[in-house]
């Protein structure tokens, strides 16, 4: 029996204008760990900080740290083995209408092809798989992502058996290092800030751009 750990996360917003407030790609990020050590090592440099007066809050969060502290998470995950990390990003104003007509639709369809995508690679080899995805929104609004983010899993998942879990990140240390390499993609692609992105890079496997050869935006 080999078991697999996914922990995601996902980067940009929901809303679907030119405003200059809006975020222009959506983004899906998975982290695939053999065992939730790293999650452990985690939590011990958050104690260790607190020690030496860090401005440490009850969880790590990349968009809310100082830079002080994420630049001591980014180094951390630098120096970690056996990480893998896929990256799915949609550009927003090519999402035709239709996919975009609720969230949850557009959310399902972000989940879809980044599994499809990399479902084959980062399943192979493994006889069960624990994916353990960020909860969004409330608690009503949280079962129709859970829905859609099951439903995808059956379409593509049929040999391994899977659960998947739906916790805040503040109860699950590994689901604050999707949300930080998550932040480092995303500052890379919204503005070109790649300060982060280069100390962790190399546990980048794919980054895909869904729509990089579409054409035709919708706003």
């Known amino acids: 029996m080999s078991r697999s750990y996914i922990f995601s996360d996902e980067a ?31 939590l011990s440099l958050r104690r260790d900080m607190i020690w030496r007066g860090l401005p440490v809050k009850e969880e790590f969060h990349a968009t809310e740290d100082r830079q002080e502290v994420r630049d001591e998470v980014y180094a ?3 120096a970690q083995k056996d990480i893998r990390v896929d990256v799915t990003l949609l550009d927003k104003p090519k999402a ?30 493994h006889t069960e798989t624990h994916i353990t995805a960020a909860a969004i929104g409330t608690k009503k609004g949280q079962a129709v992502f859970t829905s859609a983010v099951n ?20 109860a699950e240390p ?12 995303q500052r890379k692609w919204e503005r070109q800030d790649k300060r ?24």
């Open 96 to 125: 035709q209408p239709q996919t975009r007509g609720s969230r949850e639709r557009f959310y399902k369809t972000a989940w879809f092809y980044h599994f499809k995508h990399v479902g084959p690679q980062i399943l192979d080899g």
């Open 12 to 42: 940009g917003c929901f809303t679907f204008e030119n405003n200059g407030r809006a975020s222009r790609y959506f983004l899906v990020c998975t982290v695939q760990v053999p065992s939730c050590s790293i999650g452990d090592g985690l």
């Open 196 to 219: 982060a992105y280069d100390v962790v890079c190399h546990h980048i496997t794919t980054e895909y751009d869904l729509w990089k050869l579409g054409t035709k935006r919708h706003y």
């Open 151 to 170: 439903d995808v899993m059956q379409q593509v998942v049929t040999r391994q058996q899977w659960k998947t879990f739906f916790p805040r990140s503040v």
């Open 174 to 185: 590994c689901l604050q290092i999707a949300d930080y390499f998550a932040w480092a993609v």
């Open 76 to 78: 951390y995950l630098a």
